[in-house]
């Protein structure tokens, strides 16, 4: 599907940047509009202490764009309610592909023809995060049965959250979260219903990788992205992981996001992870930070050598 993604240009970002990294693409990224978070309150502060602090309201947006220029970050996956959406788009611009959120009872924000709709405007490029597990819903669920039908007929990706959330989310934000729910194969109905479907497992099903790893082997189309586990886990638990898709020859399928949420800071942290990640070779790491996404999210020739020619000068 190129409709959304073959106009984009290089925007926004100082020669500066542009000239000492090469380009990053970020998967998963999120906006907000008002309160950032429920977050169980422990664990993020820990988290903001960890990673520099939590920025409020219009000072979160120009955080997370400081760290995208700072990482050269060309393109960024952002999900999040629709106003905040159409917030951060005119800010971004085509810097930017939409992720069409959940609403408050945990199932998509839109109809099937809404979201239509805003894919025609350019706003929605990707379905999810699908964060169904804290709503207590498998990603399998039947009443998401239109919306993969309608993914898989215009192309559009479908990214799905699996693995943990934060601890204590159970007793605090996430009353129906189960861990349970966080496991790859619940995912696999879905995956075998819709051959032609695009997914991205989010967090690579962490800490599930053995079904992580066996859905890999079966459907040759299915990606995964290792947000998160780049600063939330401890550093040898994340290059365990890591290394073990890799070992498992799945180098070519492995997605770089941030998932960033209300610490522009995991930004830098993640890149940076993966860049000291000494058993990649360069080539699995330029494949992880942007052509593995460049090929999952089509992106035309033409705005491939454009990207690289302006990290270039």
């Not at 220029?69 to 959406?85: C, F, H, K, Q, T």
């Not at 005119?90 to 998509?108: H, N």
């Not at 169904?132 to 993914?151: H, K, N, T, V």
């Not at 992981?241 to 996001?257: E, P, Q, T, Y």
């Amino acid at each position: 599907m190129r409709i959304m993604f073959a106009a984009i240009a290089v925007v926004g970002m100082p020669l500066s940047a542009q000239t000492q990294r090469p380009p990053v693409i970020d998967i998963h990224l999120h906006s907000y509009t008002g309160a950032l978070s429920n977050a169980p309150p422990s664990w993020a502060a820990e988290r903001a202490q960890d990673l520099g602090g939590v920025p409020s309201g219009e000072e979160h947006l120009a955080a997370t764009i400081e760290q995208m220029d700072r990482y050269n970050i060309v393109l960024g996956v952002v999900s999040g309610p629709e106003a905040s959406l159409r917030e951060w788009k005119s800010v971004l611009g085509d810097r930017m592909v939409g992720g069409a959120f959940l609403g408050e009872d945990g199932l998509p924000e839109h109809s099937v023809q809404e979201l239509s709709q805003r894919v025609a405007e350019g706003l929605v490029g990707v379905f999810g995060e699908l964060g169904l597990q804290y709503a207590g819903i498998s990603p399998a669920d039947d009443r998401l049965a239109p919306y993969y039908a309608w993914a898989e007929r215009t192309g559009v990706p479908v990214a799905i959250h699996t693995g943990l959330g934060p601890p204590g989310g159970p007793h605090t934000f996430a009353p129906r979260f189960r861990t349970t729910l966080g496991r790859p194969s619940l995912a696999e109905p879905v995956l075998a219903r819709h051959s032609r479907l695009k997914v991205y497992l989010m967090h690579a099903g962490w800490p599930y990788l053995s079904e992580t790893v066996a859905l890999l082997y079966i459907y040759p189309e299915l990606y995964v992205d290792v947000c998160v586990l780049a600063w939330a886990l401890p550093e040898e638990a994340f290059h365990k992981s890591l290394g073990g898709l890799i070992d498992a020859g799945f180098g070519k399928r492995i997605l770089f996001g941030t998932d960033q949420m209300m610490w522009p800071g995991a930004i830098g942290r993640a890149i940076e992870t993966v860049e000291g990640a000494d058993y990649l070779t360069e080539e699995q790491r330029r494949d992880i930070l942007y052509f593995n996404a460049a090929r999952f999210l089509d992106l035309s020739q033409d705005l491939i050598d454009r990207h690289h020619a302006a990290g270039s000068r």
